[in-house]
């Protein structure tokens, strides 16, 4: 069965570094074709794609805020993390992580519970 | 950047089937996904690559892909299938999801 859960602060004051975990189990990303992904969602509105990170260390963004995502992992601690600096409250939202697979054209296929992170001071 | 667009909403009657697009350039040389999210909760897979249904989505739902249109159909709408739908595609290396739509069930 496949697990992933998401933690961090749930309120950040403006400009500083949001930090998310996403820990999960029942798959290990180790294996070839997995990959984690980081998703969002702002009360109220739509789905917005992040990042993702490949078994390889291959790691995707999405361009509007590439210069402002990094996406790391530690397979031993089945752990992906997120850090986005300078944050404002446009950031506030849902943040979900999701496992994905190159086999299923990279869709996400289980998601966490997803975290509130509301920006304000 | 890659932009796909989805109606706002969609009504359908019980038992009755809903169908729901995704316009985006050539997205049928796209693999398309779509996901179901109901108030307060996670996103749910349940189309994947167009046309694929992960294990335990119901029959019902399918999917289909050319040209400029995905769809996602479902057969015998119920009450439990009401919620926001999203599609999404794997584009220039990175996800892009749709706007969303938002399905009743009358």
């Known amino acids: 069965q496949i697990t992933l859960k998401e933690s961090g602060p749930t309120l950040v004051k403006p400009t500083q570094t949001l930090t998310l975990t996403c820990t999960f189990s029942?798959?290990?990303?180790?294996?070839?074709?997995?990959?984690v992904g980081w998703i969002r969602q702002p009360p109220g509105r739509a789905l917005e794609w992040l990042a993702l990170?490949?078994?390889?260390?291959?790691?995707r963004y999405s361009p509007s805020l590439k210069t402002r995502l990094t996406i790391t992992k530690d397979t031993f601690r089945n752990q992906v993390v997120l850090s986005m600096p300078n944050v404002d409250p446009v950031d506030t939202a849902t943040y979900y992580c999701a496992h994905s697979t190159t086999s299923g054209g990279n869709a996400l296929l289980s998601w966490g519970q997803g975290i509130l992170v509301s920006v304000s001071s | 950047s890659y932009e796909l667009t989805q109606p706002l909403s969609v009504s359908v009657s019980l038992r009755q089937t809903a169908r729901i697009t995704c316009v985006g350039n050539?997205?049928?040389?796209?693999?398309v996904h779509w996901y179901h999210q109901k108030p307060g909760q996670a996103p749910v897979l349940v189309i994947y690559r167009d046309n694929n249904r992960p294990s335990g989505i119901p029959e019902r739902f399918s999917g289909s892909n050319s040209e400029n249109t995905a769809t996602l159909t479902i057969s015998g709408a119920q009450v439990g299938d009401e919620g926001d739908y999203y599609c999404q595609v794997w584009d220039s290396g990175s996800g892009v999801f749709g706007g969303g739509t938002k399905l009743t069930v009358l």
């Open positions: 990170i490949f078994w390889d260390d291959d790691k």
């Open positions: 050539n997205i049928g040389n796209k693999n």
């Open positions: 029942g798959f290990s990303l180790t294996t070839s074709g997995v990959g």
